[in-house]
């Protein structure tokens, strides 16, 4: 609209018309935009930015076509426009299609105002250099977004990913267990938390150096993560901690479970010279389902395995013990 000023200056005997057509383009930006708020879906933003940016197009070119030399004074204003379509466009397959029907539309304007032939060959050269700069605008736009997305993917993965066992972390699997609660409580089941203490594991440390102990975690990690079933999110809780959240799992099951994995580690032949064998002690806790979110559920089930667990410890380890009453599961040596 401010290009009104401009039209004004320049043909002031057709100043008014052109404004009119500048209006009708900015109604149809302000119509749309006013119906994205409204609407408040995002998959609708794509489309009806290309609504305003086709408006837009058409507006200009019709607006610059009702003036005197109009081509000639005013396609600044179009190549301007023209412009912006790598900020609208995803990528530069998007920005072809994006341009396709604006562009038709000029055409179908240059034909109708029949013009000589050094205006139409002037304007087409503005308007395919504005598309070759566009051209090139969006391939930097679309390789930095890339980037820029694979970036934030790989930060995300190494936030929430344990840099020793390549499972979930400790805030991976906290962000879990708000999810698994918020589902007990709306599908009415109940779930299971089994946690695993690596026993005696100070002295794998002490004998054979942090290296050997990263690599008896990493090996009892991998052992737990082929036990678990699909759905079952395993990860380090810390040190030499692991645990693992099982949905829609009764306490008699998360036992039967637990009870595979201790005899999995128990039998497996660990990477450390001299100790070729590794065991564990287990803690297993399940909560009924609650009858809506409750923010300390999380807290009071991972206590209890926590308990249980220390009593598979003083009980000589290689063992499971449940919550609320004791399984004994110890393999003969």
């Not at 009980?315 to 004994?328: C, H, I, K, S």
């Amino acid at each position: 609209m401010l290009f009104s000023f401009w039209d004004w200056y320049v043909d002031p005997a057709n100043w008014w018309t052109a404004f009119l057509i500048r209006a009708a383009g900015s109604a149809v930006v302000l119509a749309t935009g006013f119906a994205q708020q409204a609407i408040g879906k995002a998959d609708w933003a794509p489309r009806l930015s290309k609504v305003r940016f086709t408006a837009t197009v058409i507006a200009v070119t019709g607006a610059i076509a009702v003036l005197d030399r109009g081509f000639l004074i005013g396609i600044a204003g179009l190549v301007s426009v023209l412009l912006a379509g790598p900020y609208i466009a995803l990528d530069r397959r998007d920005l072809l299609k994006l341009n396709a029907v604006p562009l038709v539309a000029v055409a179908a304007i240059l034909w109708a105002a029949r013009l000589d032939a050094f205006t139409v060959v002037n304007t087409a050269i503005f308007i395919a250099l504005a598309l070759a700069v566009s051209l090139l605008l969006a391939r930097v736009f679309e390789t930095s977004n890339r980037r820029a997305f694979m970036l934030e993917q790989a930060l995300t993965r190494e936030a929430r990913t344990d840099a020793v066992t390549g499972l979930r972390n400790r805030r991976s699997l906290e962000e879990t267990a708000g999810v698994e609660v918020k589902r007990a409580a709306r599908n009415g089941s109940a779930f299971a938390v089994v946690l695993c203490d690596i026993d005696h594991f100070k002295q794998v440390n002490d004998r054979h150096g942090h290296d050997s102990g990263d690599r008896v975690i990493r090996a009892v990690g991998e052992l737990l993560r082929a036990v678990a079933r699909e759905s079952d999110a395993v990860g380090r809780w810390g040190g030499e901690e692991f645990l693992a959240i099982l949905p829609e799992t009764s306490l008699d099951a998360a036992m039967i479970l637990a009870e595979r994995m201790r005899a999995v580690v128990a039998a497996a032949p660990m990477p450390v010279p001299g100790s070729p064998r590794v065991t564990a002690s287990f803690g297993v806790a399940s909560e009924a389902p609650p009858a809506e979110p409750d923010p300390g559920c999380w807290d009071r089930v991972l206590r209890r395995a926590d308990d249980a667990m220390y009593r598979a410890k003083s009980a000589g380890r290689n063992r499971v013990e449940a919550a609320g009453g004791t399984l004994e599961a110890r393999a003969a040596d």
